[in-house]
């Protein structure tokens, strides 16, 4: 057997949140540094290891279709189930063919040493250099700055299963982002469960925002997602530096007052109003995005219609439509008053549809106007990549733009985003 044939190839998937990336992001580097290859799931592999994600049946089921097909395509592969679903129900993964081993969230990050205790690396290694990774995997990188909730929402699996909030601390931050820098990425997204309770030694998510705009030289700081109680005066006047990205994910989940008091969130919709105009008054361009639950447990017709006329009223950018799934072991999948599929169906219909209206006015919005884009991977000829407000950004052009950000002038609305003209 030749050296090349010794060393184990792993694939990685992921399923969820951004945290869920930057988590894979990371363990990918650890399984790199273990001596393992990193290959593309499509391709062979020996150990195929999914990030799971639980917050919803359907993510549970997508799990399971995933390791069903990673079996189907490599029968003599061993499958990881990891994350969330192994955390609360490994017993449901460990049945499907192939899947030995499923690890919860702290035991995930130590797989590759796992995996080595159970006989699965050889000892010669190949260490594979970074540039291996593929095209967006080197523009914009996911760093994890928090972890856990203690929120409790009713619906909520999310705090069973990552636990109670833990912050990362800001010299390891600024330190893992100088080191994306070195290796050449643009752009860094702020990542974790609810990182508007960043809080370590005292320091706040707006201090550590702070920090890592002075202390690296990191040209785009995007944060994955905010509550609207979070956003302050303070935190918000950061954006004026320009390396901000005007992108906010601003958690709604309804735009009910009544369901919102249901759900057990913290805030109301005149907060999430205020927290829009405070955006909109220093970041004229931003995105709002955000997540929005349907057929929550005794959502009235009423409350939906609130909830439809409030996103209406916002105008998002984007809109992530969920139908309520009960989650075992949560407040609300006890409820009464437990809504059909049928009316779910017909209500998540209804606000797919004003999510694509509301996110062609916003696009169409910059037509003749300018965009900063920065340009991720060629497809069927034709370049595409994100400007700093989170919107899908399509040009043709010969050069090599992998990782390069550009200024286009924006001409008309295209492919779910808009076609620009790149400016050189
Ligand atoms: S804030 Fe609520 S929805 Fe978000 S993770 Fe915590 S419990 Fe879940």
Not at 12 to 21: F, M, S
Not at 145 to 164: A, L, T, W
Not at 256 to 283: C, E, Q
Not at 367 to 389: A, F, H, T
Request: net charge neutral; hydrophobic share 35%; aromatic share 8%.
């Amino acid at each position: 057997m030749n050296k090349e044939e010794k060393i184990i190839r792993v694939a990685l998937d992921t399923l969820g949140c951004k945290l869920n990336q930057a988590e894979t992001e990371a363990l990918t580097e650890k399984f790199l540094k273990s001596g393992y290859r990193i290959v593309n799931p499509e391709e062979e592999f020996d150990i195929y290891v999914l990030n799971t994600c639980t917050v919803t049946h359907i993510a549970d089921r997508k799990a399971r279709h995933l390791l069903r097909m990673a079996h189907r395509r490599n029968p003599e592969a061993v499958l990881v189930a990891a994350g969330c679903y192994a955390e609360h129900a490994a017993n449901e993964l460990l049945k499907i063919d192939s899947v030995k081993i499923a690890v919860g969230n702290e035991e995930k990050m130590k797989l590759p040493q796992l995996l080595k205790k159970a006989g699965l690396v050889y000892e010669d290694r190949c260490f594979i250099s970074s540039d291996d990774y593929s095209a967006n995997q080197r523009t914009r990188s996911f760093i994890r700055i928090q972890d856990g909730c203690n929120n409790f929402c009713s619906y909520c699996i999310v705090p069973y299963v990552r636990g109670r909030e833990k912050s990362v601390a800001p010299e390891q931050v600024v330190t893992e982002i100088k080191a994306k820098v070195s290796r050449g990425f643009k752009e860094v997204v702020l990542t974790g469960t609810e990182i508007g309770s960043y809080s370590y030694d005292g320091l706040s998510l707006e201090g550590l925002i702070d920090i890592i705009l002075k202390e690296t030289s990191i040209k785009r700081l995007r944060l994955s997602s905010l509550q609207p109680q979070e956003v302050t005066p303070g935190l918000i006047d950061l954006w004026k530096d320009k390396r901000l990205c005007p992108h906010f994910h601003l958690s709604l989940q309804s735009g009910s007052n009544s369901v919102l008091n249901r759900m057990r969130r913290l805030y109301a919709t005149d907060d999430y109003d205020n927290a829009v105009s405070l955006i909109r008054s220093v970041a004229v361009d931003a995105a709002i995005t955000t997540d929005i639950i349907v057929g929550f447990p005794g959502e009235s017709d009423t409350e939906f219609s609130e909830s439809y006329d409030f996103c209406k009223k916002i105008g998002f950018a984007r809109i992530h439509v969920f139908s309520y799934s009960k989650r075992r072991g949560t407040a609300a999948n006890i409820m009464p008053n437990q809504i059909s599929p049928q009316v779910k169906k017909k209500r998540s219909d209804l606000m797919l549809s004003l999510a694509e209206e509301s996110a062609s006015a916003f696009h169409s919005s910059f037509i003749g106007k300018k965009l900063e884009v920065l340009w991720e991977q060629k497809d069927n000829g034709i370049w595409n990549g994100y400007s700093g407000n989170y919107i899908k950004v399509y040009a043709e052009s010969d050069k090599d733009l992998t990782n390069v950000i550009t200024e286009v002038g924006v001409k008309r609305l295209y492919g779910g985003g808009v076609w620009g003209e790149i400016k050189l």
